[in-house]
Structure formats: C-alpha cells, structure tokens
C-alpha cells in the first residue's frame, strides 16, 4: 500500500522530467556526435568532426572569447552594483525589506524581450538618451548607441541585476548579528569586520548570485539579438543560426561547448568563492 | 493469559534501523482496561515499541496482535487505536470540535450523533466551552486535553501516549496525571503510554515495563518493580537504591546466608554456595539506629534537608550508603556514627551481577 | 571610524539609487511610450492616448499570441504545480542519497540553461512528430515544475511530521490525509508555485523561440519578431504594457489571499 501510494506520486513528476528534460538533452548529445545530412536530420556516421570544427575555427573562438568577455564584464559590474545594494536591502527593517525584494522581483516578472526592448527605447537613434541629448543641444546627429557589444552588457547587466541582489541580499540578512558584534568586541573596525567577518560569510550568496547570473548570461538569446544586432554575436546567436539553417549535428555541438563552457566556468567559481567552507554555524 | 484477556500482544518483535537494533525480540501483553507504561532511558526503544504498536514502524521480525488479531501486515489508518503525541498534533486548520469530531468522521458517523460524541468528550475533558476555538488559540494545557478528547472520543481498542505530560510544567504535570488515571478507569480503556519519568510511571500505572537498549528488563505492578527490582538497573532507575556486596556461605532451604561487610545476612536468594551477590535496599527502608545499638557501623558523611525527608549520606565498610529518614525523632549531625538496620524482606537479592 | 560609516552609507545609497534606475526605467519608458498619441515615439509624450491599445486588438496576430500565451500559461502553471506539487509530498519527508538526487533533478530546470532544452526539444518533436501547441505546453512544464517543486516542498517540511501520523490513528487513510488534512495546510505554496509557474510561462522566451510556428505563436515571440522586422513599434510598447498589467494584476489578487511574505519567502 505504501509503496503504491509513493508510486503515484513520484512516477509523474519523474516521467516528465526524464521523458521531456533529460531524454531530450541526451538526445541532443547523441545527435552532435553525427554528420551532417542534407536529407535527414542527421547523417548516419559518427564523428567528433563538429566539435573539431568549432574549436579549430578561428571565427567560433573569436565568438567563444567575446561570450566570455561579456559574461566577465557583466558578473562584474553586477557585483560591484549588486553588493552595495544588496547591503542596502539587508539592513531595512523587516517589512520594509519585503516592500524593497518585491520591488526587485516584479522586473524579473517582466519578460525579457520588454525589457529589451525598453533599452531599445532607451538606447536607439530616435530614443530617449539621443532625443535627451539632443534637445539639450549636447549633440546634433544621433549617436550609435545600440548593436554592439557594450549596449549588450549595459542591458542584460541591469536585467540580471535583482537575481545577483536578492541572493546576497538574502545571505546577509541570515548573517546572525552577533558575528560582526563579536568582531567589533576585538577591537575590529567597521572597515575591518566587513572584509574579514561579512564579506566572507556572505559568501554562499554571493556564489548562488554569481552562478544564476552567469547561467543566464550565456543563454539571453533575445537580449543579446536585440541590443547586439547581427554584428555583435555570441555564442548562443551560433546556436539559433545553426538551427535555423537546419544544421542540426552544427547546432547540437556548439550547444554543448556552451554547456561545458557553463559547467566548467561553475566549477572555477565555486573553487574560488569556496562557499561550502561557510555553511553551518559556527555554535 | 489468553488473548481474550490481552488487548495488546507483541510476540518476538525485533526492529532495526539500520545497523542500530531498537527493539531486540520483545514479547510483551498488555491485560484489558489498565494502564501500562513503558519505562526507560532515551534510545531504550519504548517509542520505537509504542509505534511498532501503532503500525507507524513494521517490525522486521515478530508479530503484533490487537484484541487477538493479528494486525502486522495492516496499516495505522485500519487499526483500532488511537494516540496523543508528544506535541498533541491537533490539526490547526480545524477548530477544537473539528478537531474532536475527525476520528467519527473517518468511521462514518452521522453529524448529529458526532456532535452529541464530540460534546460528550469535551465535558469528559472539561473544554466544553471550547468547541469553536482554534488549537492556536489554547494554551498548551488545553491542547493536551483536546490531543486526549480527540484520542478517546472513537472508543478505540487501545489507546497510545507518547510522553503526553512531557511539555507541561510539574503542577500541572502533577494533575493531569490524576485526571489521566481517572479518565482511564471510568473508560476502561486499554491504555500503552511511553515516558522516561520514573516517578510519572510508578503514578500512573497499572503495569510498567522498564527497557533498556531494545529490551525489557523487568515487567510488573508498579509496588512489585519497585519493591523488588530484578537488576541493578532496574533497581537504579526506579529510584535511589543502597547496593551491598556478599558472599553466599551457607544455605536452609529457600534462604541463603550471605556473607556482608555488614555481617552475615538472611535472604531469599537462589544462588549457590560460594556465589557472589549484590542486594539492593531502598533508602526509605534503611534505619539508622544509634552507635550502641546492632547493625552495620557507618559515618554520616552529608546531611541534605528536603522539606518532608532529609538525605543522608552515609560511608560503611561496606560502601557508600544512602537513607531517607522521615523528619520526625531524633536528628542528627555530620560525623555521628550510626548503626544501619533493615527488615529482612527489604533486601533484595538482585540477578546477574558478577563482581 | 566615523568617515568610514558615513562612506559606506553613502556608496549603499548611490549604488542602491543607481541600480533601481537602471532596472525599472527601461520598463517605465516603454509604458509610456504605449500611450503615445503620435506614429513615433517621443518623450516625453505630447499628450495620452489609448490608441496602440486598440490598434493591438485589432490586429488579429496579436490577439491570437495574446490568447495563446494566456491559455499556455493557464495549462502549463496548472500541470506544472500539480506536478511540483506530488514530487515535493513524496520527499518531504525522506532523505538519503536518492532523494537528494531526485531533488537536484526536479530542481535542475531551473538552472539549466534553458535555450539548450529549447533546440534539444525541437530535434525530439521534429522526430517524433509532435505537433505544435501540446509540444509548447510540455516544455512550459519542464521549466514550470521546479517553482511548484519548491514552493510546496518548503511548506510540506514546515508541516508537524506527527499531524499525518495523528490523521492515520485517527482513521485517514493515505488518500483522506492527504485530501483533508495535508493540502489544506499547505495549499498557500501550491498557490505561489502556480503564480510563479504562471507568470514565467507568459514571459518566456528560450523554449517558444523553437517550438512556436506559423499561426501558433505567444506573445513574447510576436513581440520579438515585430521588433527584429522594425514592424511597427508602438503597438509593441503597448502589447508589452499590456504583459506587465497582466502580471501586476495576478501578483496583486495572489498577495491578497496569500500575503507579501509568502511570495518573497517561497523565492
């Protein structure tokens, strides 16, 4: 009886997740392990010919290093922006903090593609900073705001923003007190307890923060089509240009180099930050 | 005794949660219409035992039987029991009438005949005004007795107690204690309660159980455990207890002559010549008499005042000893020699001790 | 000592300034540009008009992405919780190595990059032969189910393990408990989940970019073609003004029946 009782409740939640999570990804691995075909949707002989392609390629690469500038810039800005704020939301009183977390949370509801395009708005030829600008007399042709890189991380930073302030937020404001209380009874400054007591033990949040930012920063499709232009591509363009042009074994591949890209750039934060060493409380 | 007369039978019951054994082959019956408490340490596995009854753990060996039926293979929700938990579990989206009335409500019964059920309860308890709050809305107390009034109220074959009195302070523990008992025998409900208060047990019960790593030790009325405790224990769990080491050096019949620093005693013993034993007597039962008169000679070490007795601590030849002695006759003071004495039936010989 | 305050309050306040600009204003711009009263958009805006709201009613692609995405968000928040909602009553109460396993997986959507599912989705359907909207609706479950999952999951380990212990004495079976006793206590998490499900699923992005296609597509997409084809614009601030009420008035009617604090704990 309790055996079939566990059974319905874990079989559908599992089936889903196996039948349309996993067994497609699997899929996708299988397929980027194939030739090409001009017929089919995969040729029938294996090879590891598309990843040599992609990794040998001096343009890929060239895509590959500007992904990873940009996702660098972005976890950047996003942390000397995020942390101040973060600190700021932390220290609120305990109503006022909800007030502030659901004024971060309600952007994340909005859709991407209008936030997007609200830095469309923003940024473009007839847009707000140019007509600003140019009213004020500061310009007299419009400037080229838009469709490259910088307008790229400009906009998906400050779209990425709340995930980054809300998990250090949360992080601080679990900190017990008595730590930087007990800091300040050694003789330890204001200067002093943040560097050696809180910014460490701020740590898991900062990793959590850290590693949803970056998550999503590799695979804003629409973000970075919109604000980059065809000019200014990254490696997640590759894949929809792959797709579209019915290149599926191409497509599959740089997939997966994104995947490992994000695997591998997780492990290196989480080696640097070391949140685990933090967890559990020092009673 | 027959199953007719047993509510509650374990036979051979053995538990184990990985490679700890809570329960280690119990055989345990538990007679109609009394209270039965399992007594023990932490980790002694009277929980484990009260839940096996329940059906919340099956047994990995051994059969339970509820009213002669073999009831191992079946579910909790099927079984005819009931059970307070430890931290009452009243259902907090129900009201206290709600509360009450759910046990009828599983088994069917019609709305009016549960409301008549469930008021009946209530005054049982004495929460009659009650009905309409909310559990969060009750002191701890009252929740308790909601907790009972919802367990009996489906006149269940048996009812579980798991260390029901545990979160209420001494007084109030002092009288739910004498409210449980009462409660019970106007029933007759069979009830199996768990606790680790000795004094809570020896009150309470009909019959206690004291276990010790997944065993039973010792099962019997309250006085018998704790006039004549089997092992050291039981006899130190139950309360203080004097322990004295001897000699068997001569036998008559049932009695055996022990050979003590405090002299040669008289006991009932079964043990053979040459045997070594340890006899436990209880402080309440051991006089002090003064220095001229016969017994064994001690030294009062310590004397602590408490209120209706005073403590003595005494040091013999024999070891150190403990008495309890009424606040009434002669007093007196540390570093005064006394004589110890008991009565013969006092002393008891206890199993299984190798010195 | 004292500077060292100051400063750190200062740079927490400038920083905190900054950033809320940043975020909302890209927001707030295309809001009022939706009620611009000319063809091009200017700010700030001559005067207020409704017109881009009536001209996207009018254009009948964008009432059907419209009434797609609302329907695909209804079924996918409501399969998603329910589907959150059993895999988080099976581990509530369990541990060891397989649970936490079986919970990495169901939480694994929600970190898995989800444009990856979205091609690997598409080479499954285009193999399969699975059509379009029941295709669509799956993933919108795959990438709903961890919210629910979560949600529920925290709600569930908050309950008294005893309560399901004293609905079994008392009579319930598994079914009654479950019916009677657990979702009532717990039914505040399955809400947020589904509030949660609900709206990631109207806003997404990633999985329908593959899986829409002609005469089939949510509103998110139209919104993104007409802005990659430099279609008319304004209509566009006024079908996204029009996502943003959507979820302003969903978020509002939850926070009534289910309080702030439940919404920002459960995230």
């Known amino acids: 009886m309790k055996t079939a009782w566990a059974a319905v409740l874990l079989a559908p939640p599992l089936a889903m997740t196996l039948l349309f999570f996993v067994a497609p990804v699997l899929y996708l691995f299988w397929v980027s392990l194939h030739e090409p075909s001009q017929s089919e949707l995969y040729g029938a002989a294996l090879t590891l010919q598309n990843y040599a392609t992609v990794l040998g390629d001096s343009f890929y690469l060239g895509i590959i290093r500007r992904t990873l500038g940009v996702a660098a810039v972005i976890l950047a800005l996003s942390l000397l922006i995020g942390y101040p704020v973060a600190y700021f939301v932390a220290l609120q009183p305990p109503r006022r903090r909800m007030l502030v977390l659901l004024m971060l949370i309600f952007p994340l509801m909005v859709s991407n593609v209008v936030r997007a395009y609200g830095w469309v708005a923003l940024l473009g030829r007839r847009g707000v900073v140019n007509t600003g600008l140019h009213s004020v007399g500061i310009i007299d042709a419009p400037l080229d705001l838009l469709y490259n890189t910088p307008a790229v991380v400009t906009g998906l930073m400050t ?70 232009g065809p000019r200014s591509k990254l490696l997640v363009s590759m894949i929809y240009d792959g797709v579209t042009a019915f290149q599926w074994p191409h497509a599959a591949a740089l997939a997966f180099i994104l995947l490992a890209l994000a695997l591998a750039l997780t492990a290196l934060i989480l080696a640097l930050l070391r949140p685990g060493r933090v967890q559990g409380s020092g009673r | ?114 409301a008549r059920a469930v008021s009946e309860a209530l005054e049982l308890v004495k929460l009659g005004a009650l009905a309409d709050r909310y559990p969060r809305q009750l002191s701890g107390g009252q929740q308790q007795r909601v907790a009972l009034a919802r367990a009996i109220v489906i006149k269940p074959a048996v009812l579980l107690l798991d260390e029901p009195l545990g979160a209420l302070d001494k007084m109030l523990r002092e009288e739910m204690q004498i409210e449980l008992r009462n409660l019970q025998q106007r029933l007759g409900i069979t009830a199996v309660f768990v606790t680790h208060d000795q004094e809570e047990a020896l009150t309470l019960s009909d019959r206690v159980a004291v276990m010790r790593n997944g065993v039973i030790e010792q099962t019997g009325a309250p006085r018998e455990m704790y006039d004549r405790p089997r092992n050291e224990f039981v006899a130190g769990f139950l309360g203080a207890s004097n322990f004295i080491d001897g000699t068997i050096v001569a036998r008559d019949g049932g009695t055996a002559i022990v050979e003590t620093p405090a002299g040669r005693l008289s006991l009932l013993a079964s043990a053979g010549i040459g ?81 | 000592m004292n500077r060292a305050l100051v400063a750190g309050r200062a740079l927490r306040g400038t920083a905190t300034g900054v950033a809320f600009t940043l975020i909302v204003a890209p927001i707030l711009i295309v809001v009022v540009a939706a009620f611009s009263p000319n063809d091009y958009f200017e700010f700030p805006p001559p005067s207020l008009s409704a017109r881009w709201f009536v001209e996207f009613f009018r254009l009948e692609n964008m009432r059907s992405a419209f009434a797609l ?61 699975m059509p379009v909207f029941p295709g669509l609706l ?22 008294d393990p005893a309560l399901e212990e004293a609905g079994h004495s008392l009579g319930a079976g598994p079914l009654r408990t479950l019916l009677l006793l657990t979702l009532p206590l717990i039914w505040p998490g399955v809400l947020s989940g589904w509030l949660f499900a609900f709206i990631v699923s109207f806003g997404e992005l990633n999985t329908a970019l593959f899986l829409t296609g002609p005469g089939l597509t949510t509103l998110p997409i139209e919104i993104f073609s007409y802005l990659q084809f430099q279609g008319s614009q ?34």
């Open chain 2, 1 to 114: 005794m027959n199953d007719a007369q047993a509510d509650v039978r374990l036979a051979a019951v053995r538990k184990s949660f990985g490679s700890v054994v809570a329960v280690a082959d119990v055989d345990l019956e538990i007679p109609r219409g009394t209270i039965f408490s399992l007594l023990g340490p932490s980790g002694c596995g009277k929980t484990t035992t009260l839940r096996l009854i329940a059906g919340f753990e099956r047994p990995d060996a051994g059969e339970v039987y509820i009213r002669g039926q073999c009831v191992t293979p079946i579910p909790p929700y099927r079984r005819n029991f009931s059970m307070v938990f430890q931290s009452y579990a009243l259902f907090p989206h129900l009201s206290v009438a709600e509360n009450v009335a759910f046990g009828l409500r599983m088994r069917g019964m019609a709305r009016e005949h549960r």
């Open chain 2, 275 to 355: 045997e070594r034993v340890r006899i436990a007597i209880r402080p309440e039962r051991l006089r002090m008499e003064p220095a001229a008169a016969a017994g064994l000679p001690a030294r009062i070490r310590d004397i602590v005042y408490r209120g209706p007795v005073t403590h003595f601590y005494l040091d013999s030849a024999g070891g150190p000893l403990l008495s309890y002695q009424q606040n009434a006759g002669a007093s007196w003071s540390v570093g005064d020699e006394v004589r110890c004495a008991w009565d013969a039936e006092s002393a008891v010989v206890l199993d299984g001790v190798q010195t």
């Open chain 3, 69 to 129: 995405s609302v329907e695909l968000a209804l079924l996918a928040a409501t399969v998603s919780t329910v589907l959150g909602t059993l895999g988080a009553l099976f581990l509530a109460r369990r541990r060891g190595t397989v649970a936490v396993l079986l919970q990495s997986l169901f939480l694994a959507p929600l970190v898995f990059p989800t444009i990856i599912l979205g091609v690997a989705l598409l080479l499954m359907y285009k193999t399969i032969g």
């Open chain 1, 159 to 228: 779209i990425l923003l709340p995930y980054m302030v809300i998990s250090i937020a949360n992080a601080l404001a679990a900190l017990d007190r008595r730590y930087e209380e007990a800091a300040q009874a050694l003789g330890a400054g204001p200067v002093r307890t943040f560097l050696h007591v809180t910014l460490p033990l701020s740590t898991p949040g900062v990793a959590s923060g850290t590693l949803l930012v970056l998550l999503l920063t590799l695979s804003a499709y629409v973000t970075i089509t919109l604000l980059g």
């Open chain 3, 234 to 267: 304004l209509v566009i601030a006024a079908a996204s003004t029009l996502q943003i009420a959507l979820i302003v008035i969903l978020v509002a009617a939850i926070e009534r029946v289910v309080g702030i604090g439940r919404i920002i704990r459960t995230r």
């Open chain 3, 138 to 159: 799956l993933a919108h479950c795959v990438v709903g189910m961890p919210y629910g999952f979560r949600t529920v999951l925290g709600s569930a380990q908050a309950l």
